[in-house]
C-alpha cells in the first residue's frame, strides 16, 4: 500500500470541501472494497476522506411515498431494515445474496453502488487492463472471460459490475442522492453506471468530487411479486455469473407492468424497457418468458469462455419470472 | 483388547491453544530487532531479467535492502544443494539464482525494512526490466511431446499384463473416454511464512510453515553450507499445508539468506496470490480404455495419464496405481508422460495421484457398468481385487466389502433406479452416484523418545509435525495408553529439528510410522517400569513378565490379580535419577512389506441438479471407510469429513486458471479461487467399518488424511451423470457444463 494523508469529514459540506482539497482523493465509507484495491496496488488514492461519522446512515419515508436510504447505512442494516423486508424485499434478498455476514455489515450502500470490477486482470497488476491502466490493453478479451459481460461490452473493456444491490436497484428504478462542489443533483439507477465504450476506467458518471448522499426507492416495491435469482459457481461468498431481478404487477394471470434487471453480464445492471414492455398486458407463461428472454439478450456477445452466459441467462431471467409469479421470491 | 485411550473420542489437546490465540504459527513467533521481507515476483513466465532498480524502494528510510540475483551473496549455487526430502529428480529451483526467470511470479527480489509495511510499499517501487522470451504453458497443445521420465518421482508405472488391444476387441461391453483434471493449488489457510531469528555466530533459529522440520533444517544447512547444529527449525502448529509444506518454499530461503546477510532477524511470509507461485497439483488428462466380458467382468484396463511438470524437475504421482490395486484384470496397459511447460514444479498435493488417478478410473468403471448394464455397486463387488496386481501381493487386510455394506444400507442405494433422469423434484433432477477409493498405509522410520519424570509426567517426542490433522492428540492417546495415564499427564512434543527423528508429514502414513515409535519408546519406559517395581523389596510383581502386566490409571498391575499393582509414582522416588526414559527407532516389520497395505472407501453420493441452470447441490453424501483401527473416532471423522469437503472441491470448484497468452495463473486469491463453503456442505455421514489388521505395523492404523479425499469427486460425477444423463469429464463440473 503506497502512503496516503486521511481526514475526517464530519458533514456532507465538509467532505465534498476536502475532497476538492486534496489532490487524487478518494472517499472511504466501509472500506471493504477501497482498502483491498490499495493493498494489492489497483487503487492508489493520495488522500483519504473518512465519510463513515457523516450523518447519513438513517432509513427514512420520502414524501412520494418512498424509502431514502442514507449513504452510509450498511448494507445489512438495509437488508434487515423493516421497511426494507416489507416493501421492498427484491431489495433485502439482492443484498443478503451478496458477500458475507461480516462484509456486509461493513459495506455500505453508497459504496456498494460504487464497487469495482472483479475481473481477474483487473487485480493483477502485472497484467495488461484498459480499466487499471488506461491503454494498456484488454487481457481478458483473449484471456480467461468465463465469468465476463456479453452485453454492452466494447473492445477495450469486458468487464462486469458485479454487485447484487444495483440489479435490483435498477429493477426498482432507485435515484441516486449526490452532493458536489455545484451542489445537489439526482442521477437515476440507469444512468448511474457506464458502459466501458473506450473510457473503461470510468465506472459511473459520478464526478470524482461528488458524494453519494444517499438512495431513494420510488413508491412502488412489487413486494408481492418478485424474485433475485443469482447463479454462482457456489451457494455463497461468490460473485453472481448471471443474476436476475424479477418483479411482476399483475392482475390475476395478466401483466400489468413487469421489471427485470440482469447482474454479471454487463458493466451496469441490464435492463432493457422495451423488452420488458412486450409483457405487458399478456398472459405469464413460459412461453412469453422466453419471448422476453430473447429480447433481452439480443445483440448479446460472447468472447469464448463466456458463450455460455448468453443462453444462461436467457434461462434465468425465464425462472426468475416463473418464480416472482408464483411468488417464490426467497427460492 | 481393553484400552483406556486408544479407540476413545477425545477432543483435540491442543484445542485450547487454538481456539485462545496461544499457539503460534511461523509469522506469529517475535523476535528482537525484526525485519520484514516481501519478495517481489515476476511478472513474465520467461526471459531474462534486464535490469532491476531499486533505487527508489532504497531511498525511503527504513527500508534495509533489496535483495536481488545482482547482490545476492556468492556461495553455495549448485543445485543439488538444494536438494530436499521431497525434491523430484532434476534441478531444484534456487531463488535469486541469476537473471533467467523460469515460471510466471518467480521471487526476484526481496524487499527488506524496518515494518511490514513500509517494505511491501518498497516492493511496489521496485523497477524490473525484463528480455521476454516466448513462453509456452499450454498443456493441450503440448500432449504431442510428452516424455517418460528417466525417474519417475513416484512408483514406476506397473509393466503391461496380457493383451489389451485383444481383449478390448474381444469384449461385450467397452469405452474409452477421456478425463481432465485442471491444476489446482493448496491454499492452507496459513499462507508460508518463515521467521529467521539471527542468533549471534552464525546460528540461526527458524520459525517455518513446513510438513517436517528436519527438512527444513537439512535444506537451509545444505543451501547455505552450514552445519546442521548452526540452525535449528521450530514449526509448532502448522495451518494446515495439505502437501504444500513439504518442500521447503522460497520464503524460507529468502528468509535465511536476508538474516544472514543482515545479521539480524528477518521475517518473509508470501500474500495469498504468492501462494499461486509454487507448486500446485499438475494438471492431468488421463485416456482410458475398459472392456468387461458379457458377466460384467473387467477384461481390459488402460490407462494413458499425461501430468504437467515443469521444465527443470520431472514431477510425477500415483495416477496409475489405483487399477491394480482396485480391479482385477489380466489385460493392463498403464503409462504416465509428462508434459513439460514453463511453469514451477508441481507438488503433492492431498491424495497425489489419487484424487486424480481415482477420479478418472471410478468415472470410467461407471460408465463401464452402465454400457455393461450392471448396478455401479454391483459392477465393483463382481469384479473385487483380492491382491494387489501391481506387486502381486496379498492386502495385509481389506474390509471393503462392509464398506460397501454399510454404506449402501445407510444411503439406501438399494431404492436407486439405474436409469439416469429417473427422479425428481421440481426443478431439480436428483442423482445418485457411488465410487470406491484406495490409499496407501504405509509406515516409515522414525525415532522418538519418552521420558517419565518423577511426578509422574510423561514427555514424549519425536520431530514431526501437525498439520491440523490431530498429530499432537493422537500421539498422547498412544503414549497414555502404553503407560496408563491420563491424556492431562502425557505432553507430546513436536516440531523441532532438535528431536528425535521423524520424516516428513506426508502420505497419511505418521500415526503409523511415529506412533509406532512412540507406543515403543513407551514400551521402553515399561520395561524399566517393571524391572524397578521388582527391585522393591517384597514385590508383589517380582517375577513377572512384561506380557503379564497392565499399565493402567497410573498403576503397574498384574494382568491375572488386580490386586497385585503398585503406583508408579511410588516406584518412580526409587529409580536413580528421578526419570525413566525410552529412545528408539522403529521400521516397518518385515512381514509388512510381503503384503499390499491400502485403507479403502466406498463413497455414496447425492446431488441436485437444476434441470434448466445448471447450478449443482451435493445433498447427501456417505462415506464408509476400512482404516484399520480407529485411534480417535473425533479426530478421525473430522479427517474423513474434511476430505469430503476437499472432495466436492474436486468435483464442483477448484481449479487454477492458466492464461496461456500470460504464462500466468490468473485467478489467485480465494474471491476467484474457489473451494466449497459452508453454505454447499450438506448432509455428510463418515461410517468407519471393523477392520483388525495385525500385520501392517504394531498400531493396526492406516492413517486417514487421504482416503477420504479420493472417491467422493467421482461419485459427485457419477451421481451428475444419473441426475443428467450427462457425463461431464472435465472437472470441475461447473453450471456452463451442464447446460
Ligand atoms: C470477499 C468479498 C465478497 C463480496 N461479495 C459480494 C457479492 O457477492 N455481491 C455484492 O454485491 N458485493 C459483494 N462484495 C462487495 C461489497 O458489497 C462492496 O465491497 C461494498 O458494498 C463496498 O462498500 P464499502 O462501504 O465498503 O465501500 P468502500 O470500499 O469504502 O468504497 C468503495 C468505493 O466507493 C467510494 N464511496 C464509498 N461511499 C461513497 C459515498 N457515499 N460517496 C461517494 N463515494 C463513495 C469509495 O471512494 C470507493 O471508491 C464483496 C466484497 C468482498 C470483499
Ligand atoms: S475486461 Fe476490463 S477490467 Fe478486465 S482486463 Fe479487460 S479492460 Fe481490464
Known sequence: MRPFTYTRATDVNSAVQEITRHEKAKFVAGGTNLLDLMKIDVMAPQHLVDITRIALNTIEATADGGLRLGALVTNNDTAYHEQVEKRYPLISHAILAGATGQLRNMATDGGNLLQRTRCYYFYDTQTPCNKREPGSGCSAIKGYNRDLAILGTSEHCIATHPSDM????????????????????????????????????????????????????????????????????????????????????????????????????????????????????????????????????????????????????????????????NKEGAA | ????????????????????????????????????????????????????????????????????????????????????????????????????????????????????????????????????????????????????????????????????????????ARIEQTYTHPAEHHNPMEMHASTAVWEGDGKLTVYDKIQGVQNSQQYIASAFGMSQDEVRVISPFVGGAFGSGLRPQYQLFLAVLAARELQRSVRVVMTRQQMFSFGHRPKTLQRFKLGADADGKLQALQQEVYGETSRFEDYSEDVVLWPGVLYPCDNTKLTHKLVGLDVYTPLDMRAPGGTTGIYALECAIDELAYEAGVDPLEFRKKNY???????????????????????????????????????????????????????????????????????????????????????????????????????????????????????????????????????????????????????????????????????????????????????????????????????????????????????????FAEVKVDEDLGTVKVTRVVTAVAGGRIVNPKTARSQILGGMVWGMGVALHEHTVMDNHLGRFINHDLDKYHVPV?????????????????????????????????????????????????????????????L
Request: aromatic letters at 6%; hydrophobic letters at 35%; glycine letters at 8%.
Open chain 2, 385 to 603: 481385487s483380492e491382491k494387489d496386481q501391481n506387486e502381486d501381493k496379498p492386502f495385509s487386510s481389506k474390509e471393503l466389502r462392509e464398506c460397501y455394506r454399510q454404506g449402501a444400507e445407510k444411503f439406501g442405494w438399494s431404492k436407486r433406479k439405474m436409469e439416469p433422469r429417473s427422479m425428481k423434484d421440481g426443478h431439480q433432477l436428483i442423482g445418485w452416484g457411488m465410487a470406491q477409493g484406495a490409499w496407501e498405509a504405509n509406515q516409515a522410520e522414525a525415532s522418538a523418545k519418552a521420558v517419565l519424570s518423577k511426578d509422574g509426567k510423561l514427555t514424549v517426542s519425536s520431530a514431526t509435525a501437525d498439520i491440523g490433522t490431530g498429530t499432537y492428540t493422537v500421539m498422547t492417546q498412544i503414549a497414555a495408553e502404553a503407560l496408563g495415564l491420563s491424556l492431562e499427564d502425557v505432553t507430546f512434543k513436536l516440531g523441532d529439528s532438535d528431536l528425535p527423528k521423524a520424516p516428513l508429514e506426508g502420505g497419511s502414513k505418521t500415526v503409523a510410522t511415529v506412533g509406532s515409535a512412540v507406543k515403543k519408546a513407551c514400551e521402553q519406559v515399561q520395561e524399566k517400569l517393571l524391572k524397578l517395581a521388582q527391585e522393591q523389596s517384597n514385590s508383589p510383581l517380582a517375577e513377572t513378565k512384561l506380557e503379564d502386566v497392565e499399565f493402567s490409571e497410573g498403576r503397574i498391575s498384574l494382568k491375572r490379580d488386580a490386586s497385585k499393582s503398585m503406583q508408579l509414582q511410588d516406584l518412580l522416588q526409587h529409580s536413580e535419577n528421578g526419570s525413566l526414559e525410552g529412545e528408539v527407532s522403529t521400521k516397518p516389520s518385515d512381514e509388512s512389506k510381503e503384503y499390499a497395505r491400502y485403507a479403502h472407501s466406498a463413497v
Open chain 1, 166 to 325: 444495483c440489479v435490483a436497484l435498477a429493477a426498482l428504478e432507485a435515484s441516486i442522492n449526490v452532493t458536489g462542489p455545484k451542489g445537489e443533483r439526482t442521477i437515476p439507477i440507469a444512468d448511474f453506471h457506464r458502459l466501458p465504450g473506450d473510457t473503461p476506467h470510468i465506472d459511473t458518471n459520478l464526478q470524482e468530487d461528488e458524494i453519494i448522499t444517499s438512495i431513494d426507492l420510488p413508491a412502488k416495491g412489487f413486494a408481492e411479486h418478485y424474485t433475485y435469482l443469482k447463479l454462482r459457481d457456489r451457494a455463497s461468498y461468490a460473485f453472481a455469473i448471471v443474476s436476475v431481478a424479477a418483479a411482476l404487477d399483475l392482475d390475476g394471470d395478466t401483466i400489468k407492468e413487469a421489471r427485470i434487471a440482469l447482474g454479471g453480464v454487463a458493466h451496469k445492471p441490464w435492463r432493457k424497457p422495451e423488452a420488458e414492455a412486450m409483457l405487458q398486458g399478456q398472459q405469464a407463461t413460459r412461453e412469453n418468458f422466453r419471448k422476453v428472454a430473447e429480447a433481452y439478450l439480443e445483440g448479446a456477445k460472447g468472447y469464448g469462455d463466456n458463450d455460455y452466459k448468453i443462453e444462461l441467462a436467457k434461462r434465468a431471467i425465464v425462472r426468475a419470472l416463473e418464480q416472482a409469479f
Open chain 2, 1 to 172: 483388547m481393553k484400552t483406556d485411550q486408544i479407540g476413545k473420542e477425545r477432543n483435540r489437546v491442543d484445542g485450547k491453544a487454538k481456539v485462545t490465540g496461544e499457539a503460534k504459527y511461523a509469522a506469529e513467533f517475535e523476535a528482537e530487532n525484526l525485519a520484514y521481507g516481501v519478495v517481489v515476483s515476476s511478472g513474465i513466465a520467461k526471459g531474462k531479467i534486464k535490469s532491476i532498480d531499486a533505487s527508489k524502494a532504497l531511498a525511503l528510510d527504513g527500508v534495509l535492502q533489496v535483495f536481488t540475483h545482482e547482490n545476492r551473496p556468492g556461495y553455495m549455487w549448485l543445485d543439488k544443494n538444494y536438494k530436499d526430502d521431497d525434491a523430484p529428480p532434476g534441478s531444484p529451483f534456487r531463488p535469486l539464482y541469476d537473471n533467467e526467470v523460469q515460471f510466471s511470479m518467480q521471487p526476484i527480489a526481496l524487499v527488506v525494512a524496518e515494518t511490514f509495511e513500509l517494505a511491501r510499499y518498497a516492493a511496489m517501487l521496485v523497477e524490473v526490466a525484463y528480455e521476454t522470451a516466448e513462453h509456452d504453458t499450454d498443456f493441450d497443445a503440448n500432449l504431442e511431446q510428452a516424455y517418460e521420465p528417466e525417474e519417475y518421482k513416484a512408483s514406476e508405472p506397473p509393466k503391461p499384463r496380457g493383451d489389451v488391444d485383444k481383449a478390448l476387441a474381444e469384449a461385450s
Open chain 2, 678 to 738: 459452508n453454505a454447499d456442505v450438506q448432509e455428510m455421514e463418515v461410517i468407519f467399518v471393523e477392520e483388525e489388521d495385525e500385520v501392517v505395523n504394531p498400531l493396526g492404523v492406516k492413517g486417514l488424511g487421504e482416503i477420504g479425499v479420493v472417491g467422493v469427486a467421482p461419485a459427485i460425477a457419477n451421481a451428475i451423470f444419473h441426475a443428467t444423463g450427462k457425463r461431464v469429464r472435465e472437472l470441475p463440473i461447473t453450471m456452463d457444463k451442464l
